[in-house]
């Protein structure tokens, strides 16, 4: 009989209210408006406190936090700055043990190159990166001695691997974010604690929807993604589910897209490929191929097992994890 992986475990979501991501994006666009929306660890948290996980909802806004709470009232909420080491070790101890972590909390701020402030890429790396490291030590610290194994998503971005307009900080944040991913993968894998980022492309809440809902501004970004289309809170959070769950138990270390866009890494490695190698991923043409997601797994795997066997890289496709 199947058992409820989830049941009576305690999860961990940081950034479980909402808000600054997509509201930054819609002052660059000068936008002003009122939106509701579920941000993406709010929707996180819910969906594991229904599956049957105690779940603690770490967030800076006490309002957000409330919110949070009157939708689920079994949901425990932690009002913390991520950003201070020593208070967010303080806040997590009383929480312990705490198997499943999903490090989801962020935020944008986006400036030209030359523009960039000192402040912001402290603040940026402290909330993005530090937090992390901060947050999983103490978590990750009392799993080892109670001998319990754990799960631990980082959520990342397309961003890692990509180059965006006035994203030179949050960019570099989250190609840290991997790193720091593989890094505490092959530190943390012989005590049974796997770790894994997802890597989303644009999400589209509410605030996404303002934001890129113009057909003409969307049209670039999307003739990208070869689903033509913009991903959704849930197409974010199931993926987070399973890479938590025990259904994932023996992928750690891994930066899963969520999608692959086409001047992503491993695309452009699709036009490097041999002919061979390409019809492996094209049946007519090159365009069907990148339009195509059967295709496109097809490739991903194929390219992953060609590095691989090579023994070029590791499980995450950027870097050996030996
Ligand atoms: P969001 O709605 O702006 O939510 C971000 C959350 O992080 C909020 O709950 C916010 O807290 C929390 N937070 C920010 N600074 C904090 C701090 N110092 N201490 C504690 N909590 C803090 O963002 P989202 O769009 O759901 O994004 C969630 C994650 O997905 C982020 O890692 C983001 O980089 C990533 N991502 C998003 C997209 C996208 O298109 N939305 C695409 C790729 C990746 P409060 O609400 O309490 O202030």
Redesign the pocket.
Known sequence: MDTNFFQGKTACV??????????I?ITLHERSCCFE???????LALRLAKLGCKVIA????????KELVSMDNTIRPV??????WAA?KNAIKEHLPIQLLV??????ILDPFLNIKLEDVD?LF???VR?IICLSQEIVRDLIERKLPGSIVN?????SAAALKDHTV?CA??AS?DAVTRNMALELGPHQIRVNS????????D??RIGWSDEKKAAGMLSKIPLNK??E?DD?VEPIIFLLSDKSGMINGVGLP?VIISNHPLMDTAQNLSLDDQSLAATDSDDNALKSLENIQQLYLHFLFKLRSENIVGASGTSTID
């Open positions: 940081t950034g479980a209210g909402r808000g600054s991501f997509f509201l994006i929306t579920l941000g993406i660890g709010q929707a770490i967030s800076k806004t006490e309002a957000h936090l009002c913390v700055d991520l950003s201070d967010t490090n989801n909390a962020a935020v944008a603040t402290n909330v993005n937090s959520v990342s971005s397309q961003a949050y944040t989250k974010v997802v890597q989303p492309t644009v999400v589209l809440t605030m996404g913009f991903a809170v974010v969520i």
